[in-house]
């Protein structure tokens, strides 16, 4: 099966900072998404990265907040920007393959801690 | 209303007994179903897909789909204690998936 990396794995940034991660795919893929899972919690979508266009966002979550870029098909990166201790969350990329339908696959995720 | 609902609290099964999970979803219009498994501190597992009424059937696992109800179920059947994880439902539409906030089996040896 197709591997998916996210960099780095973990984290721990002051507050005020950015921080950027980023995912790889060893194969093209047509969608890629952007969660956040806080502890205890389910997933929440943040944004569709959309390749060679603007992500497009859920409510609640802002380009300004989480600028996302898409260059080609097998990467992306979600920047996480002026953060504050709400940012603490697992941050995980999904993937959809040409041929798997609707079917997500996740990045193993990094954990972003603000202090 | 939550899209996607799982409103089971921890399930405790004893090891070789069935693991019964339920998840309702609100968008009538929804198409595929899926089922991930997520094991503690790792990223979710994608396990179960089903996108027609009725049953399907892998392995230990079986998912039930009912469109009519807007119900899909998660069985797992001669539980394991390296079952014993967080599962969660998830409904697509609108290209993307809703997810509910799992339920969390604990299989006991």
């Known amino acids: 099966s197709a591997v998916i990396s996210q960099k780095p794995s973990r984290d721990i940034c002051q507050r005020g900072t950015s921080l950027t991660i980023q995912c790889q795919v060893d194969?093209?893929?047509?969608?890629m998404f952007w969660y956040r899972q806080q502890p205890g919690q389910s997933l929440t979508l943040i944004a569709t990265a959309n390749q060679g266009s603007e992500a497009t966002y859920e409510s609640g979550f802002v380009i300004d907040k989480f600028p996302i870029s898409r260059p080609n098909l097998t990467f992306s990166t979600l920047t996480v920007s002026n953060m504050s201790p709400e940012d603490s969350s697992i941050y995980l990329c999904?993937?959809?393959?040409?041929?798997?339908?609707?079917?997500?696959?996740f990045g193993p995720g990094t954990r972003l801690t603000v202090t | 209303q939550k899209e996607v609902e799982q409103n089971s609290g921890p399930l405790s099964v004893p090891e070789g007994a069935i693991a019964s999970l339920n998840c309702t979803y609100s968008?009538?219009?929804?198409?595929?179903f899926f089922w991930y498994r997520q094991y503690s501190g790792k990223s979710p597992e994608l396990i179960m897909s089903?996108?027609?009424?009725g049953d399907k059937e892998d392995g230990r696992f079986t998912a039930q789909l009912n469109k009519a109800s807007q119900y899909v179920s998660l069985l797992i059947r001669d539980s394991q204690p390296s079952d014993s994880a967080t599962y969660l439902c998830a409904v697509s539409g609108n290209n993307r998936l809703a997810f509910g906030k799992g339920n969390q089996v604990v299989v006991i040896p």
């Open positions: 999904s993937v959809v393959y040409r041929d798997s339908y609707e079917e997500q696959y």
């Open positions: 968008d009538r219009g929804s198409q595929s």
């Open positions: 194969s093209q893929v047509t969608m």
């Open positions: 089903i996108y027609s009424n």
